[in-house]
């Protein structure tokens, strides 16, 4: 559903909606217009989000991982909730300030890194004690 290489708004924000829990949707969507993989929905008020945004604030790292797989881009929301302690550390290095940013509907970092229980418990307690 693209008109003149723009992607339909519904569909971007069908496929971000899917990424919240819903993998087999997220490859079939994907799978029937790549284009999808960078687009961003806004849902209002300049709250932008991606499917791995949204994927990432809801903990659902198969469809991280597999988003990841595909070409999207990492951000540090993202590592954060994948237990990703060195991304997450080199991008603070950088920019200090990036540990008070807030990601899709204005969740914050360190909720992104509870979000990847077991396996982020590392990056939590690295941006617990910082």
Known sequence: ????????????????????????????????NPGLLHASYNWGGDDWETALGAAAHVGHRDIALYLLEKGARMDIFAAAMLGK?????AILTVQPEAKYASGP???????????????AEHVLAYLSRK
């Open 1 to 32: 559903m693209q008109t003149e290489g723009r992607i339909a708004g519904e569909l971007v924000r069908e496929f971000v909606m899917a990424a919240h829990g819903n993998l087999e949707r997220v490859q079939e969507l994907l799978a029937e």
């Open 105 to 119: 509907h204005g969740i914050s970092l360190i909720q992104h890194a509870r979000m990847g229980g077991e396996k």
């Open 85 to 89: 302690l060195e991304l997450v550390q």
